[in-house]
Nanobody, 132 residues
Framework: QAQVQESGGGSVQAGGALRLSCAAS????????IAWFRQAAGKEREGVAT????????????YYADSVKGRFTISRDNSKSTVYLQMNSLKPEDSAMYFC?????????????????????WGQGTQVTVSS
C-alpha cells in the first residue's frame, strides 16, 4: 500500500514562498490522485490542490481551491514519485498544517475537488506559518 510523507514547511513572512514535497512510496507504478489538504487551528480540514499520478496524468487539469488559485502550483516528478506544492505570495491566512493524501486503490482525482472521506492514506503533516 502507498505511503506519503510531507516536508518543506516552515515560517515565512507574508509575500514569501515555500515549496512543500510529498514523497510517495509504493506509488511509482500506480495510478492515483495526490491531494493537498490544510487545517488551521480550530478549522476544518480543507482541500487545497490535487493532481493525477500515473495513467490518469495528462488527461486532466490540477484542481485548486479558490483561495489559493493563482498563487499555488501543484506538480509531480514521476521518476521520484514525488508531488510538490509551490506556494507563492503567501498570506497569513495560509497558515495551517498541510497534509498530503492519497488512496489505497487506483483512483483519479475528483473534478469537484478533494474531500477528506475520499482519502485513506495520509502523511503526518508539515506546519506552515506565515507572519504579517
Amino acid at each position: 500500500q502507498a505511503q506519503v510523507q510531507e516536508s518543506g514547511g516552515g515560517s515565512v513572512q507574508a509575500g514569501g514562498a515555500l515549496r512543500l514535497s510529498c514523497a510517495a512510496s509504493r506509488y511509482k507504478y500506480s495510478s492515483r490522485c495526490i491531494a493537498w489538504f490544510r487545517q488551521a487551528a480550530g478549522k476544518e480540514r480543507e482541500g487545497v490542490a490535487t493532481i493525477d499520478f500515473g495513467i490518469y496524468a495528462g488527461a486532466s487539469f490540477p484542481y485548486y481551491a479558490d483561495s489559493v488559485k493563482g498563487r499555488f502550483t501543484i506538480s509531480r516528478d514521476n521518476s521520484k514519485s514525488t508531488v510538490y506544492l509551490q506556494m507563492n505570495s503567501l498570506k497569513p491566512e495560509d497558515s495551517a498544517m498541510y497534509f498530503c493524501a492519497t488512496t489505497s486503490r487506483p483512483r483519479s482525482c475528483s473534478r469537484s475537488g478533494p474531500t477528506v472521506l475520499e482519502y485513506d492514506t495520509w502523511g503526518q503533516g508539515t506546519q506552515v506559518t506565515v507572519s504579517s
